[in-house]
């Protein structure tokens, strides 16, 4: 059984930094592609970034272009989320999803077979 289990959200001052974790049990990261999703209240789930299994990555829409980075650690079977400069529009949900799938795009719900619980993020004003 596949479990991803997100870590890293909380309570920060607009213009802080939070860094995500995604770690991935049942079977080994590499087997997977990874993405990002938020939510923010009252808002559809908006897709934040996706990562290969080679390690590229999608790019960012401009509203968190050069503010966030997406990585993986297949040896530690752990995607990361890394968000600085945040902004109070930032405050969402955040999950993080597998995909067995090869080819993207990955910028969809249904590309991806496994999701995690979701971590809180708030950015106080």
């Known amino acids: 059984q596949v479990q991803l289990v997100e870590s890293g959200g909380g309570l920060v001052q607009a213009g802080g930094s939070l860094r995500l974790s995604c770690a991935v049990s049942?079977?080994?990261?590499?087997?997977?592609?990874m993405g990002w999703f938020r939510q923010a209240p009252g808002k559809e789930r908006e897709f934040v970034a996706a990562?290969?299994?080679?390690?590229?990555?999608?790019p960012f829409t401009d509203s968190m272009k050069g503010r966030f980075t997406i990585s993986r650690d297949d040896a530690k079977n752990t995607m990361y989320l890394q968000m600085n400069n945040l902004k109070p529009e930032d405050t969402a949900v955040y999950y993080c999803?597998?995909?067995?799938?090869?080819?993207?795009?990955?910028?969809?719900?249904?590309?991806?077979?496994?999701w995690g619980q979701g971590t809180q993020v708030t950015v106080a004003s």
């Open positions: 049942g079977r080994t990261l590499s087997n997977f592609a």
């Open positions: 990562i290969g299994r080679t390690g590229l990555s999608t």
């Open positions: 999803a597998a995909s067995w799938a090869a080819w993207g795009p990955f910028n969809t719900e249904s590309k991806y077979d496994y």
